[in-house]
């Protein structure tokens, strides 16, 4: 009879359906910063690489690629903050705990070294017997070294920075989006190496886009396979229609580069997957992040699966009182001591 007087457990229903958090203001020019950014990291640290082995033409196209789509990113963001003085004024502090600070510090020491290798690519051959021409393409060098050394941050960080949001999608996935993001990056910069570079030269591109398809299609089908209901937010609607083509169009130009790369049309057509699956992808894990504001479930499931295990829900970590931590060191509850002080206080 007892056993039939237990309330179930009920079901979440938030007020009025209506959903936990707001959906994020950002538009496609994030997802377009997002790509560019990677793209410009990637091509960074193959024009070094490029510059050390001795490939003129894929050195050329690195750096300048570089350049150019650093430019780009930079244009999205500070299009999409609606005001460009933000940008600045996010330079005027370094806060190690702000991903979006460190991002910001991130971008202003690759930048110098991406434009001075770039510039020093660009400078018309009758000129270049001057010597600031000389002393340019002397510094071009550390430059590009100095630019690839960031390349790995300035590819990952704006997954770092997803990941902190409150974002059910974008923060379940902290383990495996740095390395999608970074996966990404290598994959689009060596098919564009491959895509504009003789192949003769462009072994290294060759080579760079096999890793980095690899890395990003194991992260992005551990992404699917571990974040348990909020997984659904990536394998549903449009963000599944997204990256279900960029795995496929990676996939094709991975293939390519690796078994008929040597040949000119192979090497043009999986240098075009690769940067299109790259884009896809980036676009794909926007749409799940933000589809994923908009079902209650994606916030609370996780959030009582933490409690359940014991552990904090995101967001709720605050530090414990001393007195409390120190009453559960003691195995006292507040009430038990509050009657242990009455009591002494009373005999």
Avoid: C
Avoid at 193 to 206: H, I, K, N, Q, S
Avoid at 229 to 239: C, D, L, W
């Amino acid at each position: 009879m007892r056993d039939q007087e237990t309330v179930p457990q009920a079901d979440f229903r938030s007020y009025y359906g209506r959903p936990v958090l707001k959906t994020p203001v950002w538009d496609w020019r994030i997802a377009a910063y997002f790509f560019t950014g990677g793209l410009a990291a990637g091509s960074a640290l193959l024009g070094a690489g490029a510059d050390l082995t001795g490939r003129p033409t894929l050195r050329r196209v690195g750096r300048i690629s570089g350049l150019v789509n650093l430019l780009a990113s930079m244009v999205f963001l500070i299009s999409d903050l609606g005001r460009p003085e933000r940008f600045h004024h996010m330079l005027r502090v370094a806060k190690p705990t702000s991903p979006m600070s460190m991002g910001t510090w991130i971008l202003a020491a690759f930048g110098p070294g991406s434009g001075l290798s770039a510039v020093a690519e660009l400078i018309p051959r009758r000129f270049r017997s001057t010597w600031p021409a000389r002393l340019l393409d002397w510094t071009a060098r550390p430059a590009g070294l100095g630019a690839a050394a960031v390349a790995p941050a300035v590819a990952s960080y704006s997954a770092v920075l997803l990941s902190h949001t409150a974002v059910p999608a974008w923060r379940e996935a902290h383990p495996y989006l740095p390395f999608v993001f970074t996966g990404s990056a290598a994959a689009s910069s060596a098919g564009l190496g491959m895509l504009l570079t003789p192949v003769d030269e462009a072994g290294p591109a060759r080579r760079l886009a096999v890793a980095g398809a690899g890395a990003e299609i194991v992260a992005s089908r551990m992404l699917d396979r571990r974040l348990g209901v909020v997984s659904e937010a990536y394998t549903t609607g449009k963000a599944h229609r997204l990256r279900t083509w960029a795995e496929y169009l990676t996939i094709g130009g991975a293939a390519g580069a690796a078994v008929g790369g040597r040949r000119r049309s192979v090497a043009v057509l999986s240098g075009v997957a690769l940067l299109t699956g790259s884009a896809l992808q980036r676009f794909g894990v926007f749409e799940a992040g933000v589809e994923s504001t908009r079902d209650p479930r994606y916030v609370v499931v996780p959030q009582r699966a933490r409690l359940d295990a014991g552990r904090p829900a995101r967001g709720d970590e605050r530090p414990e009182p001393p007195l409390r931590r120190l009453m559960s060191r003691l195995r006292l509850s507040p009430a038990a001591e509050r009657l242990r002080i009455r009591s002494v206080r009373s005999g």
